[in-house]
């Protein structure tokens, strides 16, 4: 599979203390990695401020070790702070086009959940990195979406733009190749990995099958 040249990424987590089900978040990143995970997102939307810019530093100190990019979930300040690589941001979240604007983000990667094909019209889309579809399957751990893409969807958009892009959204073993073959360049997981026995297993066995 053809690798996208501006976000060579392919599998990525989106993390929290939850989605980790009572085991330690921060050694569940670093089996993680060591799976196989090719950037990592930290989404925290009940904790403070405090708490969350905290917990980035944490896993800053990780992502760093092992040159993989950490992403954080809609707080410009946490991610700025943190020293994060970049941000994603959803319809209701800081726009692409005011963060872009922002001292410290000119470079910074920041990615955009698509949930309305309109979107691909606006000018948010035009100055994010990449675009997160979400969700492509309904998911439990995600509530809030509007458009259950599927696999038609992904292809749908993958016609519109020439952007990266990441399927998010109740992806796992079984699916994977069918994603990437709709037109993804990288998929985003949660519990197939947060939820797992061995998340480095499970990261390494979701990297080994999108490779073959």
Not at 168 to 175: L, Q, Y
């Amino acid at each position: 599979m053809k690798v996208h040249s501006l976000f060579p990424y392919r599998l990525y987590l989106v993390i929290s203390e939850d989605t980790c089900r009572g085991k330690d978040m921060l050694q569940v990143a670093e089996q993680a990695i060591q799976g196989g995970v090719d950037i990592i997102q930290l989404r925290e939307k009940q904790l403070s401020e405090p708490l969350f810019l905290e917990r980035a530093k944490r896993l800053k100190d990780i992502t760093e070790k092992y040159g993989v990019p950490l992403i954080i979930n809609d707080n410009p300040k946490v991610a700025s702070v943190a020293g994060a690589s970049g941000i994603h941001v959803g319809n209701t979240d800081t726009r692409p086009t005011v963060l872009r604007q922002r001292a410290g983000f000119e470079e910074k990667l920041i990615g955009y959940s698509i949930e309305y094909l309109k979107q691909l019209e606006n000018v948010q889309t035009m100055v994010s990195d990449y675009l997160a579809i979400s969700p492509v399957f309904r998911t439990d751990t995600k509530t809030d979406t509007v458009t259950e893409w599927g696999l038609e969807g992904i292809s749908k958009i993958r016609q519109l733009t020439t952007k990266p892009l990441v399927a998010i959204g109740n992806i796992h073993m079984d699916n994977t190749k069918a994603v990437f073959r709709a037109g993804a360049d990288c998929i985003a997981v949660v519990s197939a990995i947060c939820g797992a026995n061995d998340p480095m297993k499970a990261a390494y066995q979701l990297k080994n099958t999108i490779e073959k």
